[in-house]
């Protein structure tokens, strides 16, 4: 089952936005989650990843201190919260299990987020 990510929209520079990812249970062996970000002409970049435990977080140097991800268990999602939103962070953005240590799969649709200056 691929996870769908939402949330995405039009945000302001400096603004927040919360993005969301519906995992649909853990019908995947995997460690934990992961968002990406893909700009256009661009390659696919990672963003954020947590482990189904809670008790792991890492992030890209890029939104470290302003991105933030979370999961709540029981409504199986997992959420980005982005705040002071940049123009560089418009991209598509995804979400995808963590299948292997540092390794990603089964990529659902993306949610489009556009920061205006």
């Known amino acids: 089952v691929q996870p769908q990510a939402s949330g995405g929209g039009l945000a302001q520079a400096g603004g927040p936005l919360r993005l969301s990812c519906a995992t649909f249970g853990r019908t995947v062996s995997s460690y934990g989650m992961g968002w990406f970000r893909q700009a256009p002409g661009k390659e696919r970049k990672f963003v954020a990843g947590?482990?189904?435990?809670?008790?792991?977080?890492n992030y890209a140097h890029s939104v470290e201190g302003r991105f933030t991800i979370s999961r709540d268990s029981a409504k199986n999602t997992v959420y980005l919260q982005m705040n002071s939103l940049k123009p560089e962070g418009t991209a598509t953005y995804y979400c995808a299990f963590e299948v292997e240590r540092r390794s990603f799969d089964h990529w659902g649709r993306g949610t489009q987020v556009t920061v205006s200056s």
């Open positions: 947590i482990n189904w435990e809670g008790t792991s977080t």
